[in-house]
């Protein structure tokens, strides 16, 4: 049961990173775009995903345990 519970947690650490590393290449891509305000609203909807992609995950976990 804990060696389960590890592996989803690290699961979910590596997906985190994941994301936010996404999300600081897009920055860093787009950020000579001049639709600035364009580019701000796509950001905020992939952290506002964030916490369902983690849900989801949290959710799974507790299925297979």
């Known amino acids: 049961m804990q060696d389960a519970l590890s592996q989803w947690l690290i699961a ?3 997906v ?5 590393l ?3 290449y897009l920055v860093r891509v787009l950020r ?4 600035l305000p364009t ?3 796509a950001l905020g909807v992939f952290v ?3 916490p369902a992609i983690l849900y989801a995950l949290y959710h799974a ?3 297979v345990g």
């Open 22 to 24: 996404l999300v600081a």
């Open 16 to 20: 985190t990173l994941a994301f936010f």
């Open 12 to 14: 979910g650490v590596v």
């Open 61 to 63: 976990s507790q299925a």
């Open 32 to 35: 000579a775009n001049p639709r």
């Open 48 to 50: 506002g995903a964030l």
């Open 39 to 41: 580019v701000i609203v």
